[in-house]
Structures are given as structure tokens and as C-alpha cells.
């Protein structure tokens, strides 16, 4: 099944601004919006918006989200060492009825 | 507040079986959609599967056939049974409850490892 598109990675300065793109097709990101997800090297993953740009309760506002057509993007302003991590797109394929993820960004705060 | 722990997950040969248990609180499990999504060593997230709160689910084409979700509402357990393992299906397996069709609160996690 295929993913969606993620650079494998980002490289930013302490607090710079850093834009994740996740690219997809009109049967999922283009339908469907796309969610994104934080992940911290051992601990799962934890959302921080689903349907584009919604917020979950405690997600810190240097986080924000959009989508332009096919392809979905993550903000993170401000950089601090604790936004290292990887993060991840997500979102419904209807014509394959299953979840799809995205491959990975590695964010690196120099 | 959501609790999510995952359960079950241990070193099995090629060809046989384990089932991955999920217990749920903090929320009115019976009434959510829930998923299982897998990491292998090093990897990215791979969804596995999803059961919706009538019993209807749908899988990944890598485990078509070989997994199959269900659930408990009387308990609040989630559960993956996996059979016919290949060591490509070594990886640490989460659950999650779902929001708006896509995996929102996450377990812990729980590894398997296929090997002989």
C-alpha cells in the first residue's frame, strides 16, 4: 500500500522556524486532511493535529498546521531541543480503506 | 484520563501464533473506533489494523489473512491475534483509540520478536 512523502529529514537553528511537508493524493490528503504526529526516541507517538490544523488540548501553540491541495505541512516555531524528535503524517485512504503513514521527518535543533 | 497498556508481546518462532492484548480506561471504550500499529526496530509506524464499535474492521495487506482484530466491550480489551508470524512482523505493536478515522491516544507498546 502506498505512503505518503515525508523528507527523511530537517535541520534548524535553536529557535528557528522549521516546515514539514507531507505529500499525498487526492484519496487521502486531498480528501481526508492529514494528522500529525511527535515522536520522542522511545516513547510512542502523541498527536498534535488531526484533520489538518486541530489541536489537541495541551499542544503547544509553536505548533502549527495546513494543506494546500495534496500536500500537508507542519510549522514548529521557535525551535527548542525538546522538538527533536521524528514526526510523522497520517490520514485515511477511502479508495484503500486503511490508514496510511507517512515515512519519517528526523528533526535535528542545532 | 485515557490508559491505554498493551500486553502480550514476547520472542516467538517463524509460523506460530501470539495474541497482543490491549487494556482500555478513562473512556467509554464500547463506543470507540480502535487501531494496532506497528514499529520495527529503527522503522517507521505501520498501521495494522482497525476495528470501528460495530465489530467491522479492515487490515494493512501485509497482514490480510494472517492477523485478526477484536475486541471485548464486557472487559475493555482490545486484542490482535497474530498467526502464521514471519520475522518481518517483529516490531513493537501499540494501540490506539481513534479520532476522526486516525490513531490519536497511543499504549505504551509491546515487542514481538519473530525468530527461531
Known amino acids: 500500500q502506498a505512503g505518503l512523502t515525508q523528507p527523511p529529514s530537517v535541520s534548524r537553528g535553536l529557535r528557528q522556524t522549521a516546515t514539514l511537508t507531507c505529500t499525498g493524493n487526492?484519496?487521502?490528503?486531498?480528501?481526508?486532511?492529514a494528522a500529525w504526529l511527535q515522536q520522542h526516541q522511545g516513547h510512542p507517538p502523541k498527536l498534535l493535529f488531526y484533520r489538518d490544523n486541530n489541536r489537541p488540548s495541551g499542544i503547544s501553540e509553536r505548533f502549527s498546521a495546513s494543506r494546500s491541495g495534496n500536500t500537508a505541512s507542519l510549522t514548529i516555531t521557535g525551535l527548542q531541543p525538546e522538538d527533536e524528535a521524528d514526526y510523522y503524517c497520517?490520514?485515511?485512504?477511502?479508495?484503500?480503506?486503511?490508514?496510511?503513514f507517512g515515512g519519517g521527518t528526523k528533526l535535528t535543533v542545532l | 484520563q485515557v490508559q491505554l497498556v498493551e500486553s502480550g508481546g514476547g520472542v516467538v518462532q517463524p509460523g506460530r501464533s501470539l495474541r497482543l492484548s490491549c487494556a482500555a480506561s478513562g473512556f467509554i471504550f464500547s463506543g470507540h473506533t480502535m487501531h494496532w500499529v506497528r514499529q520495527p526496530p529503527g522503522k517507521g509506524l505501520e498501521w495494522v489494523a482497525v476495528?470501528?464499535?460495530?465489530?467491522?474492521?479492515s487490515y494493512a495487506d501485509s497482514v490480510k489473512g494472517r492477523f485478526t482484530i477484536s475486541r471485548d466491550n464486557s472487559k475493555n480489551i482490545l486484542y490482535l491475534q497474530m498467526n502464521s508470524l514471519r520475522a518481518e512482523d517483529t516490531a513493537v505493536y501499540f494501540c490506539?483509540?481513534?479520532?476522526?478515522?486516525?490513531?490519536?491516544?497511543w499504549g505504551q507498546g509491546t515487542l514481538v520478536t519473530v525468530s527461531s
Open positions: 497520517s490520514t485515511w485512504d477511502f479508495s484503500l480503506s486503511v490508514v496510511i
Open positions: 487526492s484519496n487521502n490528503v486531498g480528501n481526508q486532511g
Open positions: 476495528i470501528w464499535s460495530d465489530g467491522s474492521n
Open positions: 490506539a483509540r481513534d479520532v476522526v478515522g486516525l490513531p490519536e491516544a
